[in-house]
Every structure is written in C-alpha cells, then in structure tokens.
C-alpha cells in the first residue's frame, strides 16, 4: 500500500492529521510506504510586468524573503520525517499535478492524502480519482473542521460571521509521535543577509513558531498588551508575529487557540485575549469565504463583481513598489517590506489605501507585489484583505453606495507616527 501526503504549507509535526493517519498506516501494516511531497515556487527575481499579469491560482510568485523561511520550514519538517522514515520530496516550480504524476511513476500510489484547504482544483483531484487513486482530504489548517452554518448562508461581513460562530472551534489533535520542545533549537539572533531592523528576526520552521507562540501569549506580557499595541509598526513585539508560521503551517491556528485559552487559564479573560480571538476569526472568515465564492474571491471585480476604471500607470507602479511615491508615510512601510518580507497591518492598510484610492492602480497589481514580497503570504488573507480595501470584498461599506473605505494617510500619519520615528528608521539610509 503506497501512500502519498501532499504537504504544501503544511509543515508540522503536531497537530497533522495526515501525519497522524500515515503513522497509523505504517503501525497497522508494516509493508505500507509513506512518502510526502510537497510543490514549491521559487521567484527570487520578477519583472514589473509579470505583477501586472492575472494571478494564477496556485501558482504563486514567492521572494527571496519568503523563499528563505520556506526552506527553513521544510528543512526542519524533512528532518523530523526522516526520523520516522518517511521521505519528504521537495518539487520546485511544478505544480502540484506535476508533482502528483512525478511521484505516482515512480511509485504507483494507492491512496492520495491532503489537506481540505490546500490550493488544489477540483478538476486536479478528479483526474487523480480516475487514476484508480484513492483520495483523502483531511482537516488542514483551520480552525473549524466544519462550519456550523451552511455554505451558503456564509455572512458576507465579518460581524456576524463571528456573531454566528458560537460553538468553541475544534481542539488541536494529541499526536502519537513525539513532539517538538519549543526551546532547545531557538535562535533570535538574525542572519548575516537579515536586515538587523528587521520586525521578523526568525526563522520559519516549527521550533521557532512553537517558541514565539510560548513567548509572546504566555511568557511574557504581549498577548495582555495586544489591544493596546497591535496598531504599532516598531519592533518585533508590539504583534504576535504569528502569521508567519501560520502561512506555513509550521504553527497550528488551533495550537495558537489552546494557548489562548492556557493563558487565559492563569490570567484570567483580557482584552489583549479577547482582541487575539477576533483576529484569530478574522483569517477564519477569509478562509472560509474563499471557499464559498472560488475564482471571484480572487478576480479583480471580487465577491460583488464590481468594475471601477483604473490607471494602467506602470512608472506610478514601480515607485510604489520602490518607496518612492514622495509620501513619505506610505514609503517608510513599502522600505520595509522590500528589505524584510514585513510590514505591520497599519502599514499595510495604509499602502494599499493609497495605491487604489490615490494612484488609482488596479487593486490586484499590488495584491500581486505582496503576493511576491511577503514573508506571511497567504492567498486568502492576502487577496481577502486586498479586495476589502478595494470596495470589492467583504467590507460592509462597500456593499451599499456609500464612499469606499479610504484612509487619510497624512492623519494616519500623525496618529499612529507622530514623533517621526518609524519614517526615520526607514527613509534614512
Ligand atoms: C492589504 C493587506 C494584505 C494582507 N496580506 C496578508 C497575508 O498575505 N497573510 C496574512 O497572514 N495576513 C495578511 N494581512 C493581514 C494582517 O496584516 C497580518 O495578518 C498581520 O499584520 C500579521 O502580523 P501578526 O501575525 O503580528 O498579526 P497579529 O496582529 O498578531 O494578529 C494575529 C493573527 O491574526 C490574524 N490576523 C490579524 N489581522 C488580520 C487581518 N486583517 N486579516 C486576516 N487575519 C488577520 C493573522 O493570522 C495574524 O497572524 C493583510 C492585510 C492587509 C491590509
């Protein structure tokens, strides 16, 4: 019996239920091989013009910020598989049908296991059924194996898709394998190619993730602060972090929610606790609305298949890309993100405020430039929040005729920088 797991961002050994489901297929029959692959993309170098290209699904432009915790994520998860003597093979560039017929010649697979939210099409799947493949979706990523609503009935705002979500989500599985220590392979210090300024010092794999997660929500004060601090952009503490390894899947969203509840369990409940839930809620209601709408979650008219006339302006592109717009707020943070992969979800918001609403640039040329550029890229959050800032998503305003959602980035400015500080950081070189 030949099993294979596809792996993609799924880099983890605790809470993996495919992981679980193939340990249990070797204890069970001795004779069953697991072998887990995974596609990858590696674009360390993009021209303007391919970000201005359509997406593709699947496909995803991933920098050299990114290419660096991937590997870091893979390695580690390669080596922890190897100790069970189960191969990870690693496909560079290929899609993930490509790697599925690469792997099935050379081994006839009988059984196809992944996750139910990995980037692969229903069509992929069907030609892998007519193979004579069995195929198994298990619980990937997410919070909620299942919804508690129908697929249809998901709200289109997120208000009350959370108020709808009253059942606790589902609790992370107790792995028969052991587990990973969260200290023993910590190491902060930065890389010798790392900016040292940068807001991510870490590296992507599972023992850094496991040990932010313990850092930051129970051993020190920063899950207690975060209602007060989440809107800052210096430092490596004033967030969580998080979405790195959550990108990755070298951390578990339901590992990350049980340590709420661990924290909580000493400190009692908190605003900081209870913020950390709403955001937590907030990647689940991308994720779970991609689901719903597919393709028109990700295409330039979004969920209310909107047109708006854009510029086609590719000179007022390349100086956002670059931080050089002459708005100094909006190109400290666009610095930042070219040199560390990061920018904080103020700066973000405001970037994208002003590329759609000041520049007037197709929404998606920036989607596509994060997309490349950031360390936490998710397809969901990424292009979930994109269209949001658009007026073409899930933002309630936009569902009406009111004005767009619209930051005023000089107010921003002063209220979220008012000494200057996160500019000088990153406009003086
Ligand atoms: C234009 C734009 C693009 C974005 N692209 C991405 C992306 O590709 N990947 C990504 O993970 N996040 C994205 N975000 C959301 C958010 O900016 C990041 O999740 C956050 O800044 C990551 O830092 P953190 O882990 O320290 O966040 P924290 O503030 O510590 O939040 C904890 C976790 O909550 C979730 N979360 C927080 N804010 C949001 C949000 N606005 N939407 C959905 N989930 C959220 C994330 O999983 C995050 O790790 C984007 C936001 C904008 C405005």
Same mark, same amino acid.
């Given at each position: 019996?030949?099993?294979?797991?596809?792996?993609?961002?799924?880099?983890?050994?605790?809470?993996?239920?495919?992981?679980? !489901?193939?340990?249990?297929?070797?204890?069970?029959?001795?004779?069953?091989?697991?072998?887990?692959?995974?596609?990858?993309?590696?674009?360390?170098?993009?021209?303007?013009?391919?970000?201005?290209?359509? @997406?593709?699904?699947?496909?995803? !432009?991933?920098?050299?910020?990114?290419?660096?915790?991937?590997?870091?994520?893979?390695?580690?998860?390669?080596?922890?598989?190897?100790?069970?003597?189960?191969?990870?093979?690693?496909?560079?560039?290929?899609?993930?049908?490509?790697?599925?017929?690469?792997?099935?010649?050379?081994?006839?697979?009988?059984?196809?296991?992944?996750?139910?939210?990995?980037?692969?099409?229903?069509?992929?799947?069907?030609?892998?059924?007519?193979?004579?493949?069995?195929?198994?979706?298990?619980?990937?990523?997410?919070?909620?194996?299942?919804?508690?609503?129908?697929?249809?009935? !998901?709200?289109?705002?997120?208000?009350?898709?959370?108020?709808?979500?009253?059942?606790?989500?589902?609790?992370?599985?107790?792995?028969?394998?052991?587990?990973?220590?969260?200290?023993?392979?910590?190491?902060?210090?930065?890389?010798?190619?790392?900016?040292?300024?940068?807001?991510?010092?870490?590296?992507?794999?599972?023992?850094?993730?496991?040990?932010?997660?313990?850092?930051?929500?129970?051993?020190?004060?920063? @899950?207690?602060?975060?209602?007060?601090?989440?809107?800052?952009?210096?430092?490596?503490? =004033?967030?969580?972090?998080?979405?790195?390894? !959550?990108? @990755?899947?070298?951390?578990?969203?339901?590992?990350?929610? #049980?340590?709420?509840?661990?924290?909580? #369990?000493?400190?009692?409940?908190?605003?900081?606790?209870?913020?950390?839930?709403?955001?937590?809620? &907030?990647?689940?209601?991308?994720?779970?609305?991609?689901?719903?709408?597919?393709?028109?979650? =990700?295409?330039?008219?979004?969920?209310?298949?909107?047109?708006?006339?854009?510029?086609?302006?590719?000179?007022?592109?390349?100086?956002?890309?670059?931080?050089?717009?002459?708005?100094?707020?909006?190109?400290?943070?666009?610095?930042?993100?070219?040199?560390?992969?990061?920018?904080?979800?103020?700066?973000?918001?405001?970037?994208?405020?002003?590329?759609?609403?000041?520049?007037?640039?197709?929404?998606?040329?920036?989607?596509?430039?994060?997309?490349?550029?950031?360390?936490?890229?998710?397809?969901?959050?990424?292009?979930?929040?994109?269209?949001?800032?658009?007026?073409?998503?899930?933002?309630?305003?936009?569902?009406?005729?009111?004005?767009?959602?619209?930051?005023?980035?000089?107010?921003?400015?002063?209220?979220?920088?008012?000494?200057?500080?996160?500019?000088?950081? &990153?406009?003086?070189?």
């Amino acid at each position: 019996m030949n099993i294979a797991v596809y792996c993609r961002d799924q880099y983890r050994v605790h809470d993996h239920l495919a992981l679980q !489901l193939s340990l249990e297929a070797i204890q069970k029959d001795s004779t069953s091989k697991v072998i887990f692959f995974t596609s990858v993309e590696e674009n360390p170098v993009v021209d303007l013009e391919t970000l201005t290209e359509p @997406l593709q699904r699947g496909k995803w !432009l991933c920098g050299p910020h990114r290419m660096r915790f991937q590997s870091q994520a893979i390695d580690s998860f390669q080596e922890k598989l190897n100790a069970f003597g189960i191969p990870l093979l690693v496909n560079r560039n290929s899609s993930f049908m490509e790697s599925f017929m690469n792997l099935n010649h050379e081994n006839k697979v009988n059984t196809l296991i992944l996750a139910d939210d990995a980037e692969v099409n229903a069509d992929d799947l069907d030609r892998v059924k007519s193979l004579g493949v069995e195929v198994l979706l298990v619980h990937g990523n997410r919070l909620f194996n299942e919804l508690p609503i129908e697929q249809n009935q !998901l709200p289109k705002v997120f208000t009350d898709f959370k108020k709808k979500m009253t059942n606790l989500p589902d609790a992370p599985i107790t792995m028969n394998c052991n587990p990973v220590t969260h200290s023993s392979q910590f190491k902060l210090e930065a890389e010798p190619e790392i900016d040292p300024k940068t807001a991510v010092p870490f590296q992507g794999n599972e023992e850094q993730a496991l040990y932010r997660l313990h850092h930051y929500f129970i051993n020190s004060d920063g @899950l207690k602060n975060y209602r007060s601090t989440r809107n800052g952009m210096i430092g490596v503490d =004033y967030s969580s972090k998080l979405s790195v390894f !959550l990108a @990755l899947g070298s951390l578990s969203v339901k590992t990350a929610w #049980a340590a709420i509840d661990a924290h909580e #369990a000493v400190t009692g409940k908190n605003d900081g606790s209870e913020w950390m839930r709403s955001e937590l809620l &907030w990647r689940e209601f991308f994720k779970w609305t991609a689901v719903r709408y597919g393709n028109s979650f =990700y295409s330039p008219e979004g969920i209310q298949n909107k047109t708006k006339e854009c510029k086609t302006d590719l000179k007022s592109f390349e100086r956002w890309t670059l931080g050089k717009t002459n708005e100094p707020f909006v190109d400290a943070n666009m610095r930042e993100l070219r040199a560390t992969g990061y920018m904080s979800n103020r700066g973000r918001q405001n970037v994208a405020s002003y590329l759609v609403h000041e520049l007037n640039l197709p929404w998606q040329w920036g989607a596509r430039y994060f997309e490349w550029m950031l360390v936490d890229f998710d397809p969901t959050q990424n292009y979930g929040n994109w269209a949001y800032l658009a007026g073409v998503g899930c933002d309630p305003r936009s569902f009406g005729n009111q004005p767009p959602r619209f930051f005023n980035i000089k107010k921003q400015s002063n209220d979220y920088d008012p000494d200057g500080r996160y500019q000088k950081i &990153w406009l003086i070189d």
